[in-house]
């Protein structure tokens, strides 16, 4: 996301710091997250599997990562979140420099398309996730919008547009404005940024991230 602090994976977030008193919890029938993961994914991966080496050394819009380092934190991320859609326990504390493997790029799209069938087995959305204490959808959610902004991300430290499906945009766009404020507190979202009255429904969920989708 922006400021990447480490996801908390063992003490139970208080339901409250998402959903406050008098925060409804949406009742529409949303699209299940597999199939949000699978547009995702089939917009993602093509973005890391055309960044070219000489490319690694670049800034992104996140400042504290370059392009090689936020593909190491995109790989942990996407590894990671296959564990709590089985309701495991996923290891953040350490990330490998993965684009020292061989294959970095096509092993990425195998591990983005076990994110995809991780979320989509039965139960996976269902309940709560064990390790962080939220409704497993909200999980799901955060995974879904780490995969959409880090591809946005990528994309234009490579000088490359980045739309994603408005499928996944739609799906998201209620989910960012309700976990906005504990990301906020926990230095992973950095404020929000304003935006002209003629932003896109993306740009503005960049801008609720931190992130100014003008600035590159």
Sequence with gaps: MTNEAPLPTTDPLPADDLFPAGDPLPTDDPLPIGDLLRVAVADAVPVVGGIADASLGAPTPCAEYDVRALIGHLFSVVENFQVLAAKGTPDFSETPDRVADAG?????????????????????????????????????????????????????????????????????????????????????????????????????????????????
């Design 104 to 216: 970095w790029r096509e092993l990425f799209g195998a591990e983005a398309g076990k994110l995809v069938e991780a979320w989509s087995a039965p139960g996976a959305e269902e309940g709560t996730s064990g390790a962080m204490g939220l409704p497993a959808r909200t999980v799901g959610c955060m995974v879904l919008l780490d995969l959409t902004v880090h591809a946005w991300d990528l994309a234009r430290a490579t000088g490359r547009p980045f739309e994603p499906d408005p499928v996944v945009v739609a799906g998201l766009a209620g989910e960012v404005d309700r976990m906005a404020p504990m990301a906020r507190r926990m230095g992973v979202f950095g404020d929000a940024v304003g935006l002209p009255g003629d932003a896109t429904a993306f740009e503005r969920l960049l801008a609720t991230t931190g992130r100014d989708p003008r600035a590159w």
